[in-house]
């Protein structure tokens, strides 16, 4: 059956998905698979399917904020995905993460609606575990600049006492902040399916947000370099999977091509 937002079947869903917010960036991975096609754009939702050294590679958007990446997931889902890394922007909540980093997370503090319409608040929004790590090691492995931890999810940029909030998760040790993470995780473990997520840093802690995300928009050179990471990041860490489900893969030979 097609999901009726995605526009999708079971045939046109790999069990390795990438998630971007933006639907133009689903096009920016594009680039780096051997080969793809656009299988439906509805709304902010586009998904392509691809190969990515010869994995089958889905990349869906799932448009800003847990209401549309809760969609996006539970379609995904329902066609068939099974290991699902995000590739998402994020502010520093942190002084020492600059531009272009990456955020590895861990889990993440439950700021936003959308979860709670699911479940209770006490349920933690946590990554999988072998997933995780083995973005980490592939992230160590290509030599990106990378932190890891625990990031904050909310529902808007544009509120009264947004310095006030990063000042208080400044002092819990809380890395960054981004809008779909916890959705991620916490449908992640509801639904038995394995989750990551990696963050590009497109603002930096103290920093103004609307210039950056300007700056962004206007590609500059330490937020553009990290989305191409994370999206390196991401393919390899999906190859080095499919890879060693097959016994074809040989550990610590990532290789920065890009």
């Not at 889905?58 to 997931?73: D, F, L, M, N, R």
């Not at 990290?226 to 860490?237: F, K, M, N, S, V």
Request: hydrophobic residues 35%.
């Amino acid at each position: 059956m097609k999901q009726p937002h995605l526009l999708c079947n079971d045939k046109d869903i790999s069990e390795y998905v990438i998630l971007p917010g933006d639907p133009s960036r689903v096009l920016r991975v594009g680039k780096y698979l051997d080969s793809y096609e656009e299988i439906a754009y509805n709304r902010e939702f586009r998904t392509i399917k691809g190969y990515y050294k010869g994995v089958p590679i889905t990349v869906t958007s799932t448009g800003i904020g847990g209401p549309s990446a809760a969609i996006a997931i539970e379609e995904l889902i329902n066609c068939g995905a099974k290991y699902f890394i995000r590739i998402g922007s994020a502010g520093a909540i942190q002084p020492n993460i600059k531009l272009g980093d990456l955020i590895i997370c861990t889990a993440a503090v439950r700021e936003d609606g959308t979860t709670s319409m699911y479940i209770s608040s006490k349920y933690p929004a946590t990554a999988d575990v072998r997933l995780t790590n083995l973005l980490l090691e592939t992230c160590e492995d290509l030599g990106y600049t990378h932190h890891y931890g625990i990031v904050r999810s909310h529902d808007s940029f544009y509120i009264d006492n947004e310095k006030e909030i990063m000042d208080f998760w400044n002092k819990k040790n809380i890395l960054g902040s981004d809008m779909e993470t916890s959705t991620l995780f916490v449908l992640g473990q509801l639904r038995g399916v394995k989750t990551a997520s990696i963050l590009n840093t497109v603002v930096e802690y103290e920093s103004d947000i609307k210039e950056s995300i300007a700056d962004y928009a206007m590609e500059c050179v330490g937020s553009v370099e990290g989305e191409r990471r994370e999206i390196h990041l991401a393919l390899e860490t999906f190859f080095r999977l499919d890879s060693s489900k097959n016994e074809k893969f040989i550990p610590n030979k990532a290789v920065n091509q890009y």
